[in-house]
T-cell receptor, first 114, second 114 residues
Framework: EPEVTQTPSHQVTQMGQEVILRCVPI?????FYWYRQILGQKVEFLVS????????KSEIFDDQFSVERPDGSNFTLKIRSTKLEDSAMYFC????????????FGPGTRLTVL | DAKTTQPNSMESNEEEPVHLPCNHS???????IHWYRQLPSQGPEYVIH???SNVNNRMASLAIAEDRKSSTLILHRATLRDAAVYYC???????????????FGQGTILTVHP
């Protein structure tokens, strides 16, 4: 069964450093998403991406964040200058169509900012 | 996105049915009702969705009230593997709005006892 994969599973970084979280969505999917979940809190939407551009972003997704689909298979989330409050589990998701299709989530990357 | 209300937690015994309620009194006519769940230390996972009629799939059943102001996710025989946080989410069906993002609430923590 196809699945979304994410690397690394755990990333530890120093405050102010740049991090890139990587995701490989399901191969024939067209819509891609990033969510995050701070420990003990609810899952929060960050950004959606379609046709090589951002479709929608939340207030959390400020100028420190960017997304890219560099090579047609990977989907990345970059945080330019990490803050302590960026520590969270980051989930990538993909879906074939937008509105009603189920989103398939990856296992997540745990980001720890020290 | 329209708001949903779920109990914080529920308990069940293994192999017994579980009925997880969700209230969505402000649902609009174009909102679909989606359920996702999140197993411990995993990303969210799609369970089922519906609009007006009851729905069944291999994982669960979804019973939707006639006025659509509430719904119930039914797990017919709970297993230990069903212990998770269950999220009831409303998604607009109008093309071009929402771009498919999922808005998670706190969900219901389901505990299954052996």
């Amino acid at each position: 069964e196809p699945e979304v994969t994410q690397t690394p599973s755990h990333q530890v970084t120093q405050m102010g450093q740049e991090v890139i979280l990587r995701c490989v969505p399901i191969s024939n999917h067209l819509y891609f998403y990033w969510y995050r979940q701070i420990l003990g809190q609810k899952v929060e939407f960050l950004v959606s991406f379609y046709n090589n551009e951002i479709s929608e972003k939340s207030e959390i997704f400020d100028d420190q964040f960017s997304v890219e689909r560099p090579d047609g298979s990977n989907f990345t989330l970059k945080i330019r200058s990490t803050k302590l409050e960026d520590s969270a589990m980051y989930f990538c998701a993909s879906s074939g169509t937008v509105i009603l299709a189920e989103q398939f989530f990856g296992p997540g990357t745990r980001l720890t900012v020290l | 996105d329209a708001k949903t209300t779920q109990p914080n937690s529920m308990e069940s015994n293994e192999e017994e049915p579980v009925h997880l309620p969700c209230n969505h009194s402000t649902i609009s006519g174009t909102d679909y009702i989606h359920w996702y769940r999140q197993l411990p230390s995993q990303g969210p996972e799609y369970v089922i969705h519906g609009l007006t009629s009851n729905v069944n799939n291999r994982m669960a059943s979804l019973a939707i009230a006639e006025d659509r102001k509430s719904s119930t996710l039914i797990l017919h025989r709970a297993t230990l593997r069903d212990a998770a946080v269950y999220y009831c989410i409303l998604r607009e069906s109008r093309s071009g709005t929402s771009y498919g993002k999922l808005t998670f609430g706190q969900g219901t923590i389901l505990t299954v006892h052996p």
